[in-house]
């Protein structure tokens, strides 16, 4: 499977202010996604981001708020505007496997972000 | 809509006590079951895909089956390195992974 790293590991930030996440993958892949994990609780499908295209966002969750970028097939980056301690949360990125494993999804290691 | 129920939300066990998790679905034409393991602050990391009823798949003291309706994770003589957080998810027909709330173990030595 293809090896995922995130940037940062963990955040301390803010209110009010913005941290762009960046995820970079080892390989080619065309379906990258988002997610978000509050405290205690499992993950929530932010937007799916394919390379070429504008990232759909699931409902709850707007472009305004979580601007996401996929500039080609390895790396994406979501942004966390105007950030409020509702924010805090792991946020990771995710992937679909190509091949013979196309339905497996595989996990970043996370982001940690705090908002104070 | 897809919908993934996980019991029991904690499980304490002692080093070697067999027991078994649940995963219940609803899925509009399921593409997959998926097992993940999540250590605290990390990502979850992937263990099994089972696609059809009847399907089992095994790996150290974990062995995952699913029918129609449920999926379990059965863990073996459990050590305390197994202590984490277990989710399952269903991918369907949405084409959108939809995860279960997860079932905490702890294995005490």
């Known amino acids: 499977s293809a090896v995922i790293s995130q940037k940062p590991s963990r955040d301390i930030c803010q209110r009010g202010t913005s941290l762009t996440i960046q995820c970079q993958v080892d390989?080619?892949?065309?379906?990258m996604f988002w997610y978000r994990q509050q405290p205690g609780q499992s993950l929530t499908l932010i937007a799916t981001?394919?390379?070429?295209?504008?990232?759909?966002?699931e409902s709850g969750f707007v472009i305004d708020k979580f601007p996401i970028s996929r500039p080609n097939l390895t790396f994406s980056t979501l942004t966390v505007s105007n950030m409020s301690p509702e924010d805090s949360s792991i946020y990771l990125c995710?992937?679909?496997?190509?091949?013979?494993?196309?339905?497996?999804?595989?996990f970043g290691p996370g982001t940690r972000l705090t908002v104070l | 809509e897809d919908q993934v129920t996980q019991s029991p939300e904690a499980l304490r066990l002692q080093e070697g006590e067999s027991s078994s998790l649940n995963c219940s679905y609803t899925?509009?034409?399921?593409?997959?079951l998926f097992w993940y393991r999540q250590d605290p602050g990390k990502g979850p990391e992937f263990l099994f895909t089972?696609?059809?009823a009847g399907e089992e798949k095994e790996k150290e003291r974990l062995k995952a089956t699913l029918t129609k309706k449920e999926s379990f994770l059965h863990i073996t003589a459990p050590k305390p390195e197994d202590s984490a957080t277990y989710l399952c998810?269903?991918?369907?027909?949405?084409?959108?992974?939809?995860f279960g709330k997860g079932t905490k173990l702890t294995v005490n030595p």
């Open positions: 089972l696609y059809s």
């Open positions: 981001a394919n390379q070429g295209s504008e990232a759909t966002y």
């Open positions: 998810a269903v991918l369907g027909g949405s084409e959108k992974l939809v």
């Open positions: 899925v509009s034409g399921l593409r997959g």
């Open positions: 390989s080619q892949v065309t379906m």
């Open positions: 995710s992937l679909r496997g190509e091949g013979t494993s196309t339905d497996t999804q595989y």
